[in-house]
């Protein structure tokens, strides 16, 4: 496949990238003396946009009666053929929940040891426009005039404190598919470059749009803010093809063991996969599948509740992530990897006659991963709830998103509090966040001792490898050095359009390294260093 096919959207050519105080058992934990291994962890953020009904997807089989009053029309049946699926039965019956019928892969997953369903997640003040509460679940916010305004997002904020290191590396921090909106969450208040959009492009190879706008770029950068601008999109622009390069070889390197269906989700997820096992490092990816917004014919009709658009939905969902997680164990990395859906908010507990439902408040999350702990936390929600004063709403909030996510970047990440206060700003008392998060969230393997938290990921034996490479004397006219405490295996030299201009392969018999580029024209261009720690990115100017 032709480089050129994948283009890679930076700030040269699209907007930035933007990317409960209940103690519950998330991940297995069985205690650890010894610090884990958490340079390969990963986490993928499934985002079901639109609002999911979170009752038709995890029904409280103990309340069916004031289920199918307040939804005389769209409700599912608790019996027979193409009844709801009990997930546990050996659970107490107040416990129980039916899942939609279409999810049959997450009830493989869940008996698998798979799955894990965290229920009534929420914030207070629940805001019901799609648009801000997609950015308040985005930006680590809530409905509450303090948290409302928020302009960043909660991963920009962590991974720019917590991975500052990796902010040089030769792969994007974070990758989102499944929508040509740049995701605000992100965004950091920093660095605004930590994420790469790829949807709708080809990930095996890249094109980069720089030289397509401005023709060549300036050798000549003024002293000024405006010399400034040209310099942040020209580095914007070096990372965009050092990114591209490693994604496209990560793809190439990759493959996939099961066959996924043909659906938007399932080809997000199936990419993400590949790249997983094609040994990409980045560390947040989101997917997207919109189509949740079921005001309307939620249901095919009343006699077919299990079919219609939230069934369709329901389906896609089920078979994308049973094929991933499936895919990834297959080949020995699903131990690195969670996946976490989230949607902005819930329905109501009441239909609105029109064979669908509104906006709501609270729905639940489901996590997934060959390290987290099957089971269910949280109760079942209250349906009591939801009468005619409150417009049929269920409002109790078992658990706030952020301790789900925060638990998650503690015991799975291994976050320190100070950088979950930085990347929370200290809300739902995340100050002191130790014994007040989603307990056990993490097996015995996996989970991160609290006296192995760190408030910098500095545990990666390639990243000081990388803060040990140096190339001075630059810009040279006639040659580059590079100083390494490590051997250099070779050079590769591209221009900025991302062609690819020369590779040296000398092996460095000293900690010098010297390679002449007086051949090459007046310009600047990416160098990725090969050595026996990986490979790393650097740039140089060439001025004569």
Same mark, same amino acid.
């Given at each position: ?5 994948? =283009? ?30 958490? #340079?390969?962890?990963? =986490? ?5 946009? $639109? ?26 049946? #608790? ?6 699926? @009990?997930?546990?039965? *050996? ?8 899942? +939609? ?109 720089? #030289? ?17 601008? =040209? ?20 793809? #190439? ?37 919109? %189509?949740?917004?079921? +005001? ?49 908010? $819930? ?12 906006? !709501? ?13 099957? %089971? ?12 005619? *004063? @409150? ?24 976050? !320190? ?38 408030? !910098?990921?500095?545990? *990666? ?40 201009? %020369? ?10 390294? *010297? ?30």
């Amino acid at each position: 496949m032709k480089r050129r096919n994948f =283009i890679k959207l930076t700030s040269t050519a699209s907007a930035l990238s933007l990317l409960p105080t209940e103690v519950f058992a998330l991940f297995k934990s069985a205690g650890m003396s010894t610090c884990p291994d958490i #340079n390969g962890k990963k =986490i993928v953020l499934i985002q079901l946009a $639109g609002a999911n009904d979170g009752i038709n997807t995890v029904l409280p089989l103990n309340q069916y009666d004031t289920y199918a009053a307040l939804r005389p029309t769209i409700k599912l049946s #608790n019996t027979g053929v193409n009844s709801v699926i @009990n997930l546990d039965t *050996t659970l107490a019956p107040e416990n129980q929940v039916g899942l +939609h019928p279409s999810l049959v892969g997450f009830k493989n997953l869940y008996d698998n040891g798979l799955m894990r369903l965290v229920q009534g997640v929420g914030y207070p003040s629940q805001d019901k426009s799609h648009f801000k509460s997609t950015d308040l679940w985005l930006t680590g916010g809530d409905g509450t005039e303090a948290n409302n305004f928020l302009d960043s997002g909660w991963i920009g904020r962590f991974l720019e404190n917590y991975y500052a290191n990796f902010l040089t590396a030769n792969f994007p921090l974070g990758i989102q598919l499944g929508s040509s909106e740049n995701s605000l969450g992100f965004h950091g208040e920093i660095e605004h470059g930590m994420s790469l959009n790829i949807n709708g492009q080809d990930p095996a190879g890249f094109y980069s749009v720089v #030289n397509g706008l401005g023709g060549p770029a300036p050798t000549v950068i003024p002293d000024s803010e405006y010399g400034d601008l =040209i310099q942040f999109i020209l580095d914007n622009d070096t990372s965009t093809n050092i990114y591209a390069q490693t994604i496209s070889a990560a793809f #190439n390197a990759g493959t996939n063991t099961v066959t996924y269906a043909n659906s938007s989700l399932s080809n997000q997820l199936k990419t993400v996969a590949r790249f997983i096992s094609g040994g990409l490092q980045t560390k947040v990816y989101l997917v997207k599948i919109g %189509g949740f917004d079921t +005001h309307n014919l939620q249901v095919a009709s009343t006699a077919t509740p299990h079919l219609g658009q939230h069934a369709d939905l329901m389906t896609q969902i089920s078979e994308a992530v049973s094929s991933f997680i499936t895919d990834l164990n297959n080949q020995s990395v699903g131990n690195d990897v969670l996946a976490v859906t989230f949607s902005e908010f $819930g329905r109501k507990a009441g239909e609105n006659g029109g064979l669908g439902t509104d906006h !709501g408040e609270i729905a639940p999350m489901f996590v997934f991963g060959s390290s987290i702990t099957p %089971g269910i936390s949280g109760t079942n929600i209250n349906l009591s709830e939801a009468v005619a *004063t @409150n417009n049929f709403q269920v409002q109790t909030v078992q658990h706030d998103y952020r301790r789900v996510f925060a638990t998650i970047l503690q015991d799975w990440f291994g976050a !320190g509090n100070a950088v979950l206060d930085l990347t929370f700003y200290d809300n739902t008392n995340l100050t002191g966040f130790t014994g007040n998060k989603v307990n056990q969230l993490i097996n015995a393997q996996n989970i991160v001792p609290e006296a192995c938290y760190s408030d !910098g990921a500095l545990h *990666t034996a390639a990243l000081n490898t990388e803060s040990q490479i140096i190339v001075y004397s630059n810009p040279k006219a006639e040659t580059f050095t590079i100083h390494s405490l490590d051997n250099v295996n070779s050079v590769a030299i591209y221009s900025l359009d991302g062609r690819f201009v %020369g590779k040296f392969n000398n092996p460095l018999s000293t900690n010098q390294y *010297t390679i002449p580029v007086h051949q090459l024209s007046v310009g600047i261009y990416n160098l990725v260093i090969s050595t026996n720690s990986g490979n790393f990115p650097k740039k140089i100017i060439v001025r004569r």
